[in-house]
């Protein structure tokens, strides 16, 4: 038996480019109107006020219990920081945002790393590093590929970077549900999942360290991820479709 695999409808691939289409214009709103001073609670509050004028919903939520409208994770919370009174953003700060949007019975994840200020070489070689790796990852996603030739891209450009690879969460299939089949590893050595076919719509999001690979959840959370060794920590994700060509960049910045 192939690999488990979701091939989208035309009718699900209409409904899901918009519900992208919305998600990337929060996401590239809510990085443009992010200011140090700021709390990162007030940042959730801003994504939630932004995702409810789409006449979407948070996909996030709720979600297995998480509590904050998106997920922030400021320097060295790697994913799934929640928004917090206490975190203030700082001008030297990096911050990940991550957001899903229902919208019509289908949904986007996307994520993205920004600053406030020019940034030291090496904080620079991580978020350039982690962008690179996820359009390095989308470039491979071609038809007749398999879901390996894109954890293959994403690894040779990390390690290009100098860049250490967190194993512990992966990219994934996305579209009517959050998580679908299959799973998309930013690292190579898991087997060469299934084939890439055309109406497959796939989450590449690499997570990549300056330091340690090794990450711990916070235990009084339960859901921020940090570096162990506390070192800063990038994340940039987009949600594919793939076609008959090339692959198409559904959570694409506006061009208006
Ligand atoms: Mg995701």
């Not at 799934?80 to 975190?87: E, K, L, Y």
């Not at 194993?167 to 930013?186: A, D, K, S």
């Not at 999942?193 to 690499?206: D, K, Q, S």
Request: with cysteine; proline share 5%.
């Amino acid at each position: 038996m192939p690999p488990a695999r979701i091939i989208h409808t035309p009718e699900e691939i209409s409904r899901i480019r918009r519900a992208a289409m919305i998600t990337a214009s929060v996401r590239d709103d809510l990085a443009a109107m992010a200011r140090p001073g700021m709390t990162t609670f007030e940042l959730d509050t801003l994504a939630g006020e932004l995702i409810a004028r789409t006449g979407g919903k948070s996909a996030f939520k709720n979600y297995c219990g998480f509590p904050g409208n998106i997920c922030i994770s400021v320097n060295d919370v790697v994913i799934h920081g929640i928004g917090r009174t206490d975190v203030v953003l700082n001008e030297r700060d990096i911050v990940s945002i991550d957001i899903g949007v229902k919208f019509d019975g289908a949904l986007g994840d996307t994520a993205l790393t920004f600053g406030f200020t020019e940034q030291p070489a090496d904080i620079k070689r991580l978020m350039n590093g982690t962008q690179n790796a996820l359009m390095e990852g989308i470039a491979a996603a071609r038809c007749g590929a398999f879901v390996h030739d894109i954890s293959a891209a994403v690894e040779k450009c990390a390690r290009r970077h100098k860049l250490s690879i967190v194993r512990e969460y992966v990219g994934h299939g996305c579209g009517i549900e959050l998580h679908e089949p299959p799973q998309v590893p930013n690292y190579t050595g898991s087997g060469r999942g299934p084939r890439l076919e055309p109406g497959m719509v796939l989450c590449i999001e690499p997570m990549l360290n300056l330091g340690t690979e090794s990450v711990k959840v916070d235990r009084a959370d339960g859901w921020t991820v940090r570096t162990r060794d506390g070192q800063w920590s990038a994340h940039y994700e987009h949600m594919i479709l793939i076609t008959e060509n090339e692959p198409e960049i559904l959570t694409w910045q506006k061009t208006m």
